[in-house]
């Protein structure tokens, strides 16, 4: 079965710097779209940034700049490293992927970022 566990979240203070990891099982990883999402409190979930099979990268404006997604293909892991953390930034961040034949939305458990002022 599809498996995307998420690690990395924490408490950290303005300014900081945090590396979330998600460790991908059951799909052939290589050639998939892989994605970070997050949902703060009272929010809607919302894409932050996503990375091809080929490395094209793409990124939600207000984290454009200070985060960065990567992908290790031989550790079925993807990344979001995450500088310049500001209180904002604050939320349940989540790893996704879409699969087929039909498409579904996999999700991984989800690693809290807390940033303080």
């Known amino acids: 079965q599809v498996q995307l566990v998420e690690s990395g979240g924490g408490l950290v203070q303005a300014g900081g710097s945090l590396r979330l990891s998600c460790a991908a099982s059951?799909?052939?990883?290589?050639?998939?779209?892989m994605n970070w999402y997050r949902q703060a409190p009272g929010k809607q979930r919302e894409l932050v940034a996503s990375?091809?099979?080929?490395?094209?990268?793409n990124y939600a404006d207000s984290v454009k700049g200070r985060f960065t997604i990567s992908r290790d293909n031989a550790k079925n892991t993807v990344y979001l490293q995450m500088n310049g953390l500001k209180s904002e930034d604050t939320a349940v961040y989540y790893c996704?992927?879409?699969?087929?034949?039909?498409?579904?939305?996999?999700w991984g458990q989800g690693t809290q970022v807390t940033v303080s002022p």
């Open positions: 996704n992927v879409n699969l087929p034949p039909q498409w579904y939305n996999y």
């Open positions: 059951g799909i052939i990883f290589s050639i998939n779209v």
């Open positions: 990375i091809t099979s080929s490395g094209t990268t």
